[in-house]
């Protein structure tokens, strides 16, 4: 193979993957994670608000040391699913499938205070919160061109059937709102990963 030949072809397999890498190192991504990353920070200030308008069950506090194995079995009885699992991206979990998982934890505690908001007042703000994340992460992943969807969520809570008991409600409400701030941890976790992931990089992560 002549020289230039091999030479013109280098130079597209390197534009091909600069273009392929591009949207995820551009300007307007990182913007669009620290926006993201804001909210998210605004909800983890507004769920201790959210916890005291509606758990008044004593002994029921976001301290980790009050959630016994008791209340994680009934987090089993209760139906209440289990969040999305969030890693650093990789080759083996990518940031489409990272950005897919925000977005189907985002929509799937959407729908718990949604829910729970039939018994309950003092989840308002969470929900405008949730609502305005899920455009936020949608935004990030237009303008990082990523592909993924998040699945749907509603066919998991079959849960009207147990609001029926005030105890119950409680610890719906009180089990949600924990793990709703373990995943905004998770989160930012992810999003500072987003920040500084590269594609070249992958493999040895």
């Known amino acids: 193979m002549h020289t ?15 273009v392929q890498s591009a949207p995820i190192t551009s300007p ?16 983890l200030d507004d769920i201790p608000i959210a916890h005291t308008a509606t758990v008044n069950t004593q002994g029921f ?19 209440i ?32 205070l949604e829910v729970l908001s039939s018994n309950l007042s003092g989840l308002e703000t969470l929900q405008a919160d949730l609502r305005d994340l899920l455009t936020h992460i949608a935004k990030m992943k237009k303008v990082a061109q990523l592909g993924g969807d998040a699945s749907d969520q509603n066919h998991s809570l079959d849960l009207a059937s147990h609001l029926q008991e005030a105890y119950k409600v409680q610890v719906m409400v009180h089990m949600t709102l924990v793990q709703l701030r ?24």
Do not use: W
């Open 61 to 79: 506090t976001l301290d980790a040391s009050s959630h016994t194995t008791n209340l994680q079995l009934m987090v089993t009885s209760l139906g």
């Open 28 to 43: 307007a991504f990182s913007e669009a994670v620290k926006q993201t990353k804001t909210l998210v920070e605004k909800i």
């Open 182 to 205: 373990s995943f905004c941890h998770d989160l930012i976790r992810s999003l500072r990963a987003l920040a500084t992931y590269r594609p070249d990089t992958a493999g040895a992560q």
């Open 4 to 18: 230039p030949t091999v030479a013109a072809l280098l130079h597209c397999f390197l534009f091909a993957a600069l």
């Open 81 to 112: 699913p289990a969040t999305p699992v969030l890693k650093p991206p990789s080759q083996h979990f990518t940031p489409d499938m990272c950005v897919a998982r925000m977005l189907a934890g985002t929509q799937l505690y959407q729908n718990l």
